[in-house]
């Protein structure tokens, strides 16, 4: 194994990392070189793409989540799903100019379906679950390549919540001598890794916040009949509606001490419609609850970090949350003093980040690496994750 690993890492690896995040908006591909230089992991981005679901396929997924579906929908999906990711791995390579078979492997995280970090009691036994559909022996297969694939049993398995992930390569990559960093992905759900300053050996730690842009997508799908709020242009037309305000930032989640993570299972449609409607008038502008969606997702953000983090860090922000201008000023005005980039100012193409993550999640699981950090996931060891299908 040791020789394996070594040979592994001797010389530059090709993998397509995918992505198919919380907001069921698509598929994102990136094509990344990993290499060591001086003892350290260093990348170069090849290429990298999104390819949408159609809305009746995003139907489908959530019909899962909604526990609307039979056990034959289901497994259609996780073949469907396999079949899709390989058309952007595909494109993936078309735009870096290489066909699948030049790819040292591929790093296949899968449509999350259910996450239950927390033990539920069943036929005497405590048990935490995670499932993410799509089956990396499917597209190992039609691809020819390895893929790696269920990153986040292994770490459920030994205690850990099986999430965040991500932590590993902002550890690797993003972390700064003497200044701390919070690198924060605003996805379906948002989320952020705290790494303190590398002269200051503090441990890296990283949680769920709450809502990202999953409430923001469902009020303009709900009011306006649009996927998304284009750039924030509804909420920067709108007003705050105080009260409905005020009935958003009553959940627990948003004030509750990490680690901690949250998924579609709590913040969703039906959630935002119920807690919306007593203080709902038809007489309120659509704008107007866009607007306050918008102002409680940023809050939920801000208040994450004014409780648990250091506000004089530096945020390095991702995500498709970061294209909707108007939560990412919210969220500045929230934090007056913390400096806010994104993650392009450095190189790495923000709607592609977690893709990229995942591309390295497979290179270090492919050269025998573990992949989790036990005080983010709260697991009781590392661990290599995931499962290696050849083709
Ligand atoms: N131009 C844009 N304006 C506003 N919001 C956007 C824009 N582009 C993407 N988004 C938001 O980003 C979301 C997708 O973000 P993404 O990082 O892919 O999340 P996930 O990882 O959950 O799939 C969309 O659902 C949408 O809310
Ligand atoms: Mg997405």
């Known amino acids: 194994m040791k020789h394996q690993q070594q040979e592994w890492l001797s010389t530059p690896k090709l993998i397509c990392g995918l992505m198919s995040g919380t907001s069921l908006d698509g598929i994102d591909a990136a094509i990344v070189e990993f290499s060591v230089q001086n003892g350290k992991h260093i990348f170069t981005i090849k ?33 469907a799903i396999s079949e899709f990711h390989a058309i952007a791995v595909q494109k993936a390579c078309e735009l870096a100019g290489i066909t699948p078979h030049l790819l040292d492997g591929v790093g296949f995280h899968g449509q999350t379906v259910w996450h239950s970090p927390t033990p539920k009691k069943k036929l005497g036994n405590s048990i935490s679950s995670t499932l993410q559909l799509g089956s990396p022996s499917v597209l190992a297969t039609i691809l020819g390549i390895p893929v790696v694939g269920d990153f986040r049993s292994a770490d459920v398995a030994v205690g850990g919540q099986g999430a965040p992930l ?7 990559f993003l972390r700064e001598e003497n200044r701390s960093i919070i690198a924060l992905n605003i996805g379906g759900i948002a989320n952020i890794t705290l790494l303190p300053a590398l002269d200051h050996n503090g441990s890296i730690r990283a949680f769920d916040t709450g809502p990202g842009n999953v409430l923001i997508d469902a009020a303009t799908r709900m009011f306006f009949g649009k996927q998304l709020d284009s750039n924030g242009a509804f909420a920067a037309a709108g007003r705050t509606v105080g009260a409905m305000l005020t009935q958003l930032k009553n959940h627990s989640f948003i004030t509750k001490v990490p680690p901690k993570s949250t998924g579609r299972e709590d913040f969703n449609p039906t959630w935002l419609q119920k807690r919306i409607r007593t203080t709902f008038q038809p007489s309120i502008p659509s704008e107007d609850i866009v607007r306050t969606v918008t102002e409680f997702t940023a809050w939920s953000i801000a208040e994450n970090i004014r409780l648990f983090a250091d506000t004089s860090s530096k945020i390095i922000a991702s995500g498709g949350g970061i294209h909707n201008k108007t939560l990412i000023s919210m969220i500045q005005k929230e934090l007056p003093n913390t400096e806010i980039i994104t993650t392009d100012a450095i190189g790495i193409p923000s709607d592609a980040k977690e893709a990229i993550c995942f591309a390295y999640l497979a290179y270090r699981t492919l050269g025998g690496l573990p992949g989790n950090i036990p005080t983010v996931t709260g697991a009781s060891r590392e661990v290599k994750l995931g499962v290696i299908a050849f083709p």
């Open 166 to 172: 991500v932590p590993m390569f902002d550890a690797n």
């Open 47 to 79: 290429s990298h793409t999104t390819i949408p679901y159609s809305p009746e396929f995003r139907t489908e997924i959530t019909r899962i989540i909604e526990k609307k579906s039979t056990i034959a929908d289901i497994s259609w999906l996780h073949f």
